[in-house]
Antibody, heavy 121, light 107 residues
Framework: QVQLQESGPGLVKPSETLSLTCSVS??????????WSWIRQPPGKGLEWIGY???????NYNPSLKSRVTISVDTFKNHFSLKLRSVTAADTAVYYC?????????????WGQGTLVTVSS | DIQMTQSPSSLSASVGDRVTITCQAS??????LNWYQQKSGKAPNLLIY???NLETGVPSRFSGSGSGTHFTFTISSLQPEDVATYYC?????????FGQGTRLEIK
């Protein structure tokens, strides 16, 4: 059973960088069938896809965030990370890491529990 | 971006009722459409993939259909544990996009 766990600060100051890590257990980020994704959900609102990374390091980002986002992967530590620069209050959200199963389909089959990140001074 | 529009935004139904949620895509997405259930305070959970395929372990009262731009999600007999928000999601074109969600309550 694949498990994902987000970690990182729950409070970030405006204009600073939000940094989160997703640790993967029960599976490998080096699996060729999967993409590793970040998705966020502002309080009381819907889901927004941030982007994903393949084990090779190839990335795809949501154009709405592309100028501020970097997703990276560490195959040795079996984790992947999110950096979101120049944050504002609008970036306050629950951030989920997730696995996108990509063999013959693309569905988000495993999610972390989510971590609330608040942007405030 | 492909826009996904769900209807209704919320609904209330009785235990045992048949419940239907629709999802309209702004462009043809073939059958590249998934459905998720999100209970309060929890991460979403995959129910249906590729429009009509039931994810392993998901009760058979859940089903999906459709292709192109119009999709339907059905609960054949509503149970109390089905109280949640339901989201459709397309993956035909990046960026991946979600519907705005349908909040389902029990009368």
């Amino acid at each position: 059973q694949v498990q994902l766990q987000e970690s990182g600060p729950g409070l970030v100051k405006p204009s600073e960088t939000l940094s989160l890590t997703c640790s993967v257990s029960g599976g490998s980020v080096s699996s060729g069938t999967n993409y590793w994704s970040w998705i966020r959900q502002p309080p009381g609102k819907g889901l927004e896809w941030i982007g994903y990374i393949y084990y090779s390091g190839s990335t795809n980002y949501n154009p709405s965030l592309k100028s501020r986002v970097t997703i990276s992967v560490d195959t040795f530590k079996n984790h992947f990370s999110l950096k979101l620069r120049s944050v504002t209050a609008a970036d306050t959200a629950v951030y989920y890491c997730a696995r996108v199963y990509g063999s013959g389909t693309q569905c988000i089959d495993y999610w972390g529990q989510g971590t609330l990140v608040t942007v405030s001074s | 971006d492909i826009q996904m529009t769900q209807s209704p935004s919320s609904l209330s139904a009785s235990v045992g009722d048949r419940v239907t949620i629709t999802c309209q895509a702004s462009h043809d997405i073939i059958n590249y459409l998934n459905w998720y259930q999100q209970k309060s305070g929890k991460a979403p959970n995959l129910l249906i993939y590729d429009a009509s395929n039931l994810e392993t372990g998901v009760p058979s009262r859940f089903s999906g259909s459709g292709s192109g731009t119009h999709f339907t999600f059905t609960i054949s007999s509503l149970q109390p544990e089905d109280v949640a928000t339901y989201y459709c999601q397309q993956y035909d074109k990046l960026p991946i996009t979600f519907g705005q969600g349908t909040r389902l309550e029990i009368k």
